[in-house]
């Protein structure tokens, strides 16, 4: 394909739900098939979700203040919002206009202008989350989605190095809150942390949550993940907290590994990481047998069980 800029559009429309020219995409960017609207549908609405408010949102769910402050940009930028600010694919497509832009315009001046907005939006609405969010990818059960997660990545990296480190810690990053210790604060807020990756550290999806499942011998509650992880306690609380610590453990690791790029960003989200596997440690080490704050989780799923 022929820029970057175009390479980058394309990778945009291919975190779409798939359309006709999304054959031909994947064909000029030798992704090895093309998606169909099933691995679409499991890959991107059942496990890996493509919007930013998800992943740095403080609730890990859309919309919010992410979601707004996904919306401000596009407004302070001279563009009206489209009607999902923070999907992948918008995002993806504005940056690409911002970068077409600081390339073809004429004027000196006006170039530097386009290129320290499509630096700014790079950082703040991109890098903040992508990097955690696509290496997650792998294994997921599409080798074509696995094609295209390693060749945006690759994009993204390469946009970093091209705009040089980031002035600050993303809004994004900067307004996440900590993960909040179940003994202090509850099983629920507990639960609502560990499944906003901004404050965890970690991505966890319905596929870890079937592996893990099957690695620590629960059985799997369908919906919610978070009735799933209630399951899970009710069950083995020690083996979850410690396979729950190993997933984290894993996860600091492979946030690590892009910290030439991304500096403070990775050191971000690998600290976070790190703290929520010393926070699932502790937990595991004061609370011998069933631990006293997962008694309101474990009656949810009692209560959920009666229902069903």
Same mark, same amino acid.
């Given at each position: ?9 394309a990778l945009g429309v291919l975190s779409e ?25 499991n890959t991107f609405l059942l496990q890996l ?129 900590? =993960?909040?210790?179940? &003994? $202090? #604060? ?9 499944? *906003?990756?901004?404050? %965890?550290? @970690? ?32 069950q083995d609380a020690d083996a979850t907290l ?37 926070? =699932?440690?502790?937990? &595991? $080490? #004061? ?9 309101? *989780?474990?009656?949810? %799923?009692? @209560? ?5």
């Amino acid at each position: 394909m022929g820029s970057r800029v175009e390479l980058i559009r394309a990778l945009g429309v291919l975190s779409e739900a798939p359309g006709p020219e999304h054959g031909r995409l994947a064909d000029l960017l030798d992704l090895g098939g093309a998606p169909d609207p099933e691995c679409f549908a499991n890959t991107f609405l059942l496990q890996l979700y493509p919007y930013s408010s998800v992943y740095v949102g403080n609730e890990g769910m859309l919309g919010g203040e992410a979601r707004d402050r996904a919306a401000g940009a596009w407004t302070a930028l001279g563009r009206t919002p489209p009607p999902e600010p923070d999907h992948l694919g918008a995002l993806l497509g504005l940056y690409a206009a911002l970068a077409e832009h600081a390339e073809i315009d004429p004027e000196p001046a006006e170039q530097a202008l386009w290129g320290a907005a499509a630096s700014g939006f790079l950082w703040e609405h991109l890098l903040s989350w992508t990097m955690p969010y696509l290496d997650r990818f792998e294994g997921i059960g599409s080798s074509v989605y696995e094609a295209w997660a390693r060749l945006l990545a690759d994009a993204l990296r390469q946009e970093a190095r091209r705009h040089g480190p980031a002035a600050a810690l993303p809004l994004h990053l900067r307004s996440a809150t900590d =993960l909040p210790d179940p &003994r $202090e #604060s509850g099983s629920e807020a507990f639960l609502t942390g560990l499944l *906003a990756p901004v404050r %965890s550290g @970690v991505l966890l999806t319905r596929a870890d949550l079937a592996r893990g499942a099957e690695d620590i011998g629960v059985g799997l509650r369908m919906g919610e993940r978070r009735f799933a992880l209630r399951a899970f306690f009710s069950q083995d609380a020690d083996a979850t907290l410690g396979w729950l610590s190993r997933h984290s453990e894993a996860a600091a690791h492979s946030h690590s590994e892009w910290s030439e790029d991304l500096g403070m960003i990775a050191d971000f989200w690998s600290s976070r990481a790190r703290a929520t596997g010393d926070l =699932l440690g502790s937990l &595991r $080490e #004061s609370d011998a047998g069933e631990p006293g704050w997962m008694n309101d *989780a474990t009656r949810e %799923s009692e @209560v959920a069980d009666a229902r069903d």
